[in-house]
């Protein structure tokens, strides 16, 4: 959580102390060796200054992934280029000071798609699943009038995937249609 004495602080206070301020970070990293590491650098390489980190190695989120919470502090117009070079280091950052950045899950559908009525059934997948479809690869070799698929990128709220999925499968048995998805956790076959 942010130091909320920063935000109460007057501009003389915060040129005082150089501008900086202090910012949390909440990522998601894959456990294999390294990954903290890596997640760090970026923070370093654009002005951060680590204040603490607190690394949930017994938790999972639904993907699989280890939740990690990074409390830094930055001036304010370094925080974005930190935030940019965590992304581009393919770091998962699933919240950035009070703007929350959730998760992404892509699925394959499968079936009439066109014939289904492919953009209501988008929508439905929008408003039901409480997801923002970020872009799709339709296939449709055969025409439109024979079976296609379809590769959906979706955003989610954090931790908000299997209600998302299970949103999505319902959709996909009522339109008839294969729903292909991913797998959330590393036991799941």
């Known amino acids: 959580m942010a130091d909320e004495s920063s935000d109460r602080g007057t501009d003389a206070e915060t040129e005082a102390d ?3 301020r202090a910012y949390t970070v909440r990522l998601e990293l894959v456990d294999e060796p390294g ?16 204040l603490s980190i607190h690394h949930e190695r017994g938790n999972i989120t639904p993907r699989g992934h280890i939740p990690v919470e990074v409390d830094l502090e930055c001036p304010p117009d370094r925080f974005d280029d930190v935030v940019e070079a965590l992304r581009d280091a393919g770091v998962n950052v699933i919240q950035a000071g009070a703007e929350h950045y959730g998760e992404e899950i892509s699925v394959v559908l499968v079936g009439q798609l066109v014939e289904n009525g492919l953009s209501e059934t988008l929508t439905r997948i929008e408003d039901e699943a409480s997801a923002a479809v970020l872009d799709l690869s339709l296939a449709a070799p055969d025409g439109t009038d024979a079976v296609s698929s379809a590769r959906v990128r979706l955003a989610i709220d954090s931790g908000r995937s299997e209600e998302a999925l299970t949103a999505i499968r319902s959709i996909g048995d009522e339109k008839e249609l294969t729903v292909v998805e991913p797998l959330i956790g590393g036991d799941t076959a």
Do not use: Y
């Open 18 to 20: 150089g501008g900086v």
């Open 35 to 50: 990954e903290l590491l890596r997640a760090l650098a970026p923070i370093a390489d654009n002005g951060g200054n680590l």
